[in-house]
Structures are given as structure tokens and as C-alpha cells.
């Protein structure tokens, strides 16, 4: 594969308008929520930006990884393939466990005062390890299906996975919390 920067822009400018513009559409699912957060459960405005900083950046890494492996040979063009799936478990595990840790950090910042609390320990670790689970599972599925696709065209995934995993994982993010909000406190 030959690159230049024509090539890039000509591939990512697509790509990174269609981006803008869903994040404007999910910048005004939360501006909706926002209130409701602010009256009710004000901590977790703290962590809508952990969940989608937190996701965003293991699909992001998930995709370099494929993208490295597919450029060098080392990760085939098969969803079978030995490498990529360590690569996506370990994504998962990090992804989990990163989760685990960032709530039970978020939580105590409430207790001390920082913000106030609305809600119990349990139910807020449960809410988000379990919007941080289904995520980091999408994103990861997003990543490998946006490389792989993106390679089997002939175009960088370098330009195409990060744009696509980022947003879809913002966006994703603040949705599976509402959902798992209201799953959790009716």
C-alpha cells in the first residue's frame, strides 16, 4: 500500500463528517438527560466522561493492535484467528476490570463530599461495570469488524477504526447508561 496524505483525507473526511455529526445527535440525547442527572444523581456526571474515555480508548488500542498486526502479516483476515481473539479477550478483561476499579474510585469521591449521593454502592458499581461491560464488548466487536473491513478495501485502518470506535463508543456510552439507570433505579 502505497500512502499519502490525499489518500487519508480522501478515506477519512467521510468517515469523520458522518462522526460530527452523530456526536451532535448524542450531544443532544445528553443535554436531555442532564437535568435528570443533575437533580437526582449528580456523580454520574463524573463518570459519563470515565465511561467514554475508558471505552473509546480499548477499542482505539484494540484497533492499532489489528491494524499493526495486519499491516506486518502476524493477524489474518479471519475472524478464527488465534491472535486477534487473545487481542479481544484481553480487551474485555481490561475493559471490566478498568470499570471495576474507576466506580469503586468514583463512588468514594461522592462519599467524601465532592458531590452529592443519590444512590447506594452496590447499585452504582452494578450500573457501571455494566454499562462499561456492554460497551467495551461493542466497541471491541466494532473495532475488529471496522479493521478488518477497512483492510479488505484496501484502506488504513489506522484512518478508519479510532474515528469510528471513539464516537460509536460516546455515543453508546451515555446511552447504555440511561438504559441501565433506569434498569437499576425505576
Do not use: C
Not at 483525507?9 to 437535568?35: A, H, K, M, N, W
Not at 470499570?99 to 458499581?125: C, R, T, W
Not at 479493521?147 to 471513539?166: L, N, Q
Not at 446511552?175 to 434498569?183: A, Q, W, Y
Request: charged residues 10%.
Amino acid at each position: 500500500m502505497i500512502y499519502s496524505w490525499k489518500k487519508i483525507v480522501r478515506y477519512s473526511l467521510p468517515i469523520l463528517t458522518l462522526t460530527v455529526i452523530i456526536e451532535l445527535f448524542v450531544g443532544q440525547i445528553l443535554q436531555v438527560g442532564q437535568d435528570v442527572l443533575l437533580q437526582q444523581l449528580p456523580i454520574f456526571l463524573i463518570s459519563i466522561p470515565v465511561i467514554n474515555g475508558v471505552g473509546g480508548n480499548i477499542g482505539s488500542i484494540l484497533g492499532a493492535h489489528l491494524a499493526s498486526g495486519l499491516h506486518v502479516g502476524s493477524i489474518k483476515l479471519d475472524y478464527k484467528d488465534k491472535s486477534m481473539n487473545e487481542k479481544f479477550l484481553t480487551s474485555l478483561v481490561m475493559g471490566v476490570s478498568t470499570y471495576f476499579f474507576l466506580s469503586i474510585g468514583i463512588y468514594l469521591m461522592g462519599v467524601l463530599g465532592i458531590v452529592e449521593m443519590n444512590i447506594g454502592f452496590i447499585s452504582f458499581v452494578f450500573i457501571i461495570i455494566a454499562t462499561g461491560t456492554v460497551l467495551v464488548g461493542l466497541v471491541s466487536v466494532i473495532s475488529v469488524l471496522t479493521a478488518f473491513i477497512s483492510f479488505r478495501k484496501g484502506i488504513d485502518p489506522d484512518d478508519i477504526v479510532a474515528p469510528v470506535v471513539t464516537t460509536l463508543g460516546d455515543s453508546f456510552g451515555i446511552i447504555f447508561l440511561f438504559v441501565f439507570i433506569g434498569v437499576v433505579i425505576p
